[in-house]
């Protein structure tokens, strides 16, 4: 009986630890995907301390150039992702940005998306491992720019330990799920850098909902805080990528 007991501990023990773990057999799909189809950049891995990572590296128009940004997609895709996501990653290195873009972590697709709170302790060592690489490369200005759920996990990992970085452009952010790790409004306060809120007036209910309240909450602290609403952008900047575009970089050029 004991020894039944011990095998039907392990497995609960087993299935308890791949429910809060990223879906590495889907993240090795999608890394087989994009590198078969990659056209601008170089396929990378980095390691988090928990696995290898996919990582897609765009180097700067202008090679003296030392800024780079970390470009991350939103739930349960790919560092390539054709909306957002490829349009940044490609289209900053015209204005003379090295950029970063890696995968994330990932759940099944049926997963609904609270059940993404149970991962983002896997968020701190990627965001740690894509930060080191670029500082180790001589990179001294560098930004986080995330999408969607991508911009929830960002606003996490700052909100706690961190590896310093410049600044960080939230596109689509919500206000989160109150009281746990995606808890947006919760955290804006202390993000001590400057943040760009960047949202289209056909987004998502929920980011259109709370962009008052997540300036809110930005302005406790203080901090050097924008929003900004482009007319007729919805959540995935479809036909909009020119727009999107601008509005980025301007906000980097003005700071950085």
């Given at each position: 009986?004991?020894?039944?007991?011990?095998?039907?501990?392990?497995?609960?023990?087993?299935?308890l630890s791949?429910?809060?773990?990223?879906?590495?057999?889907k993240e090795k799909r999608w890394a087989e995907q994009v590198v078969d189809s990659l056209l601008d950049g170089e396929?990378?891995?980095?390691?988090?301390?928990?696995?290898?990572?996919?990582?897609?590296?765009?180097?700067?128009?202008?090679?003296a150039s030392?800024?780079?940004?970390?470009?991350?997609?939103?739930?349960?895709?790919?560092?390539?992702?054709?909306?957002?996501?490829q349009p940044l990653r490609v289209g900053l290195t015209e204005s003379?940005?090295?950029?970063?873009?890696?995968?994330?972590?990932?759940?099944?697709?049926?997963?609904?998306?609270?059940?993404?709170?149970?991962?983002?302790?896997?968020?701190?060592?990627?965001?740690?491992?894509?930060?080191?690489y670029l500082r180790g490369k001589g990179f001294d200005k560098v930004v986080l720019v995330a999408h969607s759920q991508g911009s929830t996990m960002t606003a996490f990992y700052l909100s706690g330990a961190h590896q310093p970085v410049e600044g960080f452009v939230a596109v689509g952010m919500s206000g989160g799920i109150p009281g746990g790790?995606?808890?947006?409004?919760?955290?804006?306060?202390?993000?001590?850098?400057?943040?760009?809120?960047?949202?289209?007036?056909?987004?998502?209910?929920?980011?259109?909902?709370?962009?008052?309240?997540?300036?809110?909450?930005?302005?406790?602290?203080?901090?050097?805080?924008t929003q900004q609403r482009v007319a007729g952008a919805d959540h995935f900047f479809d036909g909009e990528e020119t727009e999107l575009l601008d509005a980025v970089n301007a906000w980097l050029n003005q700071r950085f």
């Open positions: 009986m004991r020894g039944v007991c011990s095998i039907v501990s392990a497995f609960c023990l087993l299935a791949s429910v809060h773990a990223t879906d590495l057999e396929a990378i891995y980095l390691d988090d301390g928990r696995s290898e990572f996919l990582a897609i590296e765009t180097a700067s128009a202008d090679a030392r800024k780079a940004v970390v470009v991350m997609h939103g739930t349960g895709v790919h560092p390539n992702w054709p909306t957002v996501v003379g940005w090295h950029t970063l873009a890696i995968q994330m972590p990932v759940l099944a697709n049926e997963a609904e998306h609270a059940q993404y709170a149970a991962i983002y302790d896997w968020v701190p060592g990627r965001l740690d491992a894509a930060i080191a790790p995606m808890d947006t409004l919760s955290q804006l306060p202390g993000l001590k850098l400057p943040v760009l809120d960047l949202y289209g007036s056909e987004d998502l209910p929920e980011v259109v909902a709370s962009a008052a309240d997540r300036a809110s909450q930005a302005a406790k602290a203080g901090a050097d805080y």
